[in-house]
């Protein structure tokens, strides 16, 4: 499951293993829009905004190895661009040029111009899947990507050169995001770390140690906040590197968290999404927990030439299995 934020707070999209993606009102927790068309699970959304800073269009990206341009007003399906060759696993638009960046399990970035469907790059140099991608700042001239293959890596979007390597991670990384006001870059990996690079001196200046897996993160006030393979979101002092809350109510691994100021909203293979406010937590704690129903989803076969790892292959495990 991934979640994303809408312009509007109230509102955030849910890309669901059923094939479908959801737009869900957070304050009612009910379905406003539902968008049908993919053959495989969806696993990443953008938002294409208008000029009066509505969502006007959402990109969804899917094991059936398409990316799908969606009417948010109409839920129509817009255009089908089938560059990858298997699983996308991310998606970020660019709105100066109107195009997109798009990695997938094929091992390669595409970037694609959105109207036309035009591929202006196609970048190999990782190795395994490509699991997430995020642009350095708002002029959106350089971006980075993570692998499976445990690299990090910086690139020039108009020429598509590789600027630079980062290494440290011992296997998979799953989730970049870039702290703009710190000038710091944060990954989490498989190999059951959260790192802060430097984007100054390019080093790797602080690593957190976890129990398991770490799936997703992102950064509120003083705080790193990740979600788990092992259910659980985590808060860590970032001046410390100490764990300071811990949050127990999900009944499979967190894949997906955003925040609206202290309310942290997170999404698990669980199928559900779950809230809690930062303040309120005061230290180390669980709570109860509530075994959601989920329904079995066909497993859909890769193409490529790119075999799974051993966590990619626990993820589809436990998106295709019933509890």
Same mark, same amino acid.
């Given at each position: 499951?991934?979640?994303?934020?809408?312009?509007?707070?109230?509102?955030?999209?849910?890309?669901?293993?059923?094939?479908?993606?959801?737009?869900?009102?957070? +304050?009612?927790?009910?379905?406003?829009?539902?968008?049908?068309?993919?053959?495989?699970?969806?696993?990443?959304?953008?938002?294409?905004?208008?000029?009066?800073?509505?969502? +006007?269009?959402?990109?969804?990206?899917?094991?059936?190895?398409?990316?799908?341009?969606?009417?948010?007003?109409?839920?129509?399906?817009?255009?089908?661009?089938?560059?990858?060759?298997?699983?996308?696993?991310?998606?970020?638009?660019?709105?100066?040029?109107?195009? !997109?960046?798009?990695?997938?399990?094929?091992?390669?970035?595409?970037?694609?111009?959105?109207?036309?469907?035009?591929?202006?790059?196609?970048?190999?140099?990782?190795?395994?899947?490509?699991?997430?991608?995020?642009?350095?700042?708002?002029?959106?001239?350089? !971006?980075?990507?993570?692998?499976?293959?445990?690299?990090?890596?910086?690139?020039?979007?108009?020429? =598509?050169?590789?600027?630079?390597?980062?290494?440290?991670?011992?296997?998979? *990384?799953?989730?970049?995001?870039?702290?703009?006001?710190?000038?710091?870059?944060? @990954? *989490?990996?498989?190999?059951?770390?959260?790192?802060?690079?430097?984007?100054?001196?390019?080093?790797?200046?602080?690593?957190?140690?976890?129990?398991?897996?770490?799936?997703?993160?992102?950064?509120?006030? =003083?705080?790193?906040?990740?979600?788990?393979?092992?259910?659980?979101?985590? *808060?860590?002092?970032? @001046?410390?590197?100490?764990?300071?809350?811990?949050?127990?109510?999900?009944?499979?691994?967190?894949?997906?968290? !955003?925040?609206?100021?202290?309310?942290?909203?997170? =999404?698990?293979?669980?199928?559900?999404?779950?809230? !809690?406010?930062?303040?309120?937590?005061?230290? *180390?704690?669980?709570? &109860?927990?509530?075994?959601?129903?989920?329904?079995?989803?066909?497993?859909?076969?890769?193409? =490529?030439?790119?075999?799974?790892? &051993?966590? +990619?292959?626990?993820?589809?495990?436990?998106?295709?299995?019933?509890?």
């Amino acid at each position: 499951m991934k979640l994303v934020q809408g312009e509007n707070p109230k509102y955030a999209y849910i890309a669901e293993s059923g094939f479908i993606v959801r737009k869900v009102n957070l +304050e009612t927790g009910k379905f406003v829009k539902t968008f049908k068309g993919h053959k495989g699970p969806v696993t990443c959304i953008d938002i294409i905004y208008n000029s009066k800073g509505e969502d +006007e269009f959402i990109l969804t990206g899917s094991w059936d190895k398409t990316i799908i341009k969606w009417d948010v007003k109409t839920k129509e399906m817009v255009k089908e661009y089938n560059n990858h060759s298997d699983f996308i696993k991310c998606i970020a638009y660019e709105p100066i040029n109107h195009t !997109f960046i798009s990695g997938s399990s094929d091992k390669t970035i595409r970037h694609i111009e959105v109207e036309s469907g035009n591929q202006i790059k196609y970048l190999t140099e990782h190795t395994r899947a490509v699991e997430d991608i995020c642009f350095e700042d708002y002029t959106y001239t350089t !971006f980075y990507s993570c692998s499976s293959d445990s690299s990090i890596r910086k690139w020039n979007l108009k020429t =598509g050169e590789c600027l630079y390597t980062f290494n440290g991670h011992l296997t998979s *990384v799953y989730k970049i995001l870039v702290d703009i006001e710190e000038n710091n870059l944060w @990954s *989490v990996s498989a190999d059951k770390t959260v790192r802060r690079w430097d984007l100054d001196t390019l080093k790797n200046d602080l690593t957190i140690d976890q129990a398991d897996f770490v799936k997703t993160c992102i950064k509120v006030g =003083g705080n790193i906040i990740t979600g788990s393979r092992d259910d659980k979101i985590r *808060v860590y002092d970032i @001046s410390s590197g100490k764990l300071i809350k811990e949050v127990d109510f999900h009944f499979d691994e967190v894949t997906s968290l !955003f925040n609206i100021k202290s309310i942290v909203f997170s =999404g698990s293979l669980d199928c559900t999404v779950k809230r !809690f406010d930062l303040l309120e937590i005061k230290e *180390v704690t669980n709570q &109860p927990k509530v075994k959601p129903k989920k329904k079995p989803v066909p497993k859909p076969q890769p193409t =490529g030439d790119d075999l799974l790892t &051993p966590e +990619e292959l626990a993820e589809l495990e436990d998106l295709m299995n019933d509890d």
